[in-house]
């Protein structure tokens, strides 16, 4: 039997090595999020009396924790609430689509008596699953567009498939974002299946590197099946990067949702 390789991973808070527990844990392309609250390095806790807030601090740290296990928000495949008043659950849930509206995990919901402290509202665990995505089933009796002719780097697929098709580099998780000015930098790549569906949220991990992620970027987009990346604009060595993965590559100015439909309009 193969053993798979754990990671543990500590958010450096004293009570996790005083009695023997991580923030979060991966094995294999697994990684497990632990009950996660509002409360901050200095153990006060953030958001009190405001359960949208403190849900949105919560989803933050967790969203942390899995960039540190070299997962993203759209790997998520489980989220679990524990509030302490299931009344104020669309509060939760707002806060919740602003992360996974689009990537669709399971999700548990469970009123409890209380949690470790009292002005926590919720506590949240979320399981991943590294290299996952979503696959949109395709509308009933859509019939095959015809693959249209274009240059190198704007390569497409039949309209009757559901794949990976763009890239665009943004500064926040939605389509009413601008584009994002440099390609190698910018905190996210959302993804877009050639009928312009959001597929995942791809937190950039390399954004902060001190020299090199225009490669490591390529070999992301190619690893996802990108065909096309979309940015305000693309330097020499980028550009080379994504030419050599067979990547595409456009620059647009304006919003994300603006971009997709310039691109999915010209299948």
């Known amino acids: 039997m193969e053993l798979l390789k754990r990671r543990n991973f500590s958010s450096g808070a004293p009570f996790e090595e005083k009695v023997g527990y991580s923030r979060a844990v991966s094995v294999g392309n697994n990684v497990f999020i632990g009950g996660t609250t509002s409360t901050n390095a200095q153990g006060i806790v953030e958001g009190k009396g405001d359960a949208y807030e403190q849900t949105k601090i ?15 928000p759209g790997d998520v495949v489980r989220v679990r609430f524990y509030v302490t008043d299931i009344s104020k659950g669309q509060e939760y849930l707002k806060a919740y689509a602003e992360w996974f509206k689009d990537v669709k995990p399971v999700i548990t919901m469970a009123e ?12 949240i665990e979320a399981d991943a699953i590294m290299g996952s995505y979503t696959i949109k089933q395709p509308a009933p009796n859509n019939k095959k567009a015809p693959e249209p002719a ?11 498939q559901t794949s990976t098709f763009i890239a665009v580099v943004s500064a926040g998780r939605d389509t009413a974002g601008t584009v994002g000015n440099i390609a190698a930098r910018s905190p996210y790549f959302l993804l877009f299946d050639n009928r312009g569906e959001l597929i995942e949220v ?9 020299g090199g992620a225009g490669p490591l970027v390529a070999a992301l987009m190619a690893e996802k099946g990108v065909k096309t990346v979309i940015a305000g604009n693309f330097g020499i060595n980028i550009k080379a ?5 067979g990547v595409g590559y456009l620059a647009f100015s304006g ?3 603006e971009a997709v439909k310039s691109i999915v309009g010209r299948q």
């Not at 967790?62 to 993203?72: D, N, T, V």
């Not at 409890?112 to 919720?122: D, G, I, N, S």
């Not at 990067?241 to 993965?245: A, D, G, L, V």
């Open 150 to 160: 274009g240059d190198k780097n704007q390569k497409t697929q039949n309209a009757g």
């Open 241 to 245: 990067s994504f030419e050599e993965k």
């Open 112 to 123: 409890v008596k209380a949690l470790a402290r009292p002005e926590h509202l919720v506590e």
């Open 58 to 72: 919560i989803l933050k740290k967790i969203e942390h924790a899995l960039e540190q296990a070299g997962a993203s």
């Open 255 to 257: 919003t994300v949702g």
């Open 202 to 210: 791809l937190v950039n991990s390399h954004k902060d590197i001190g």
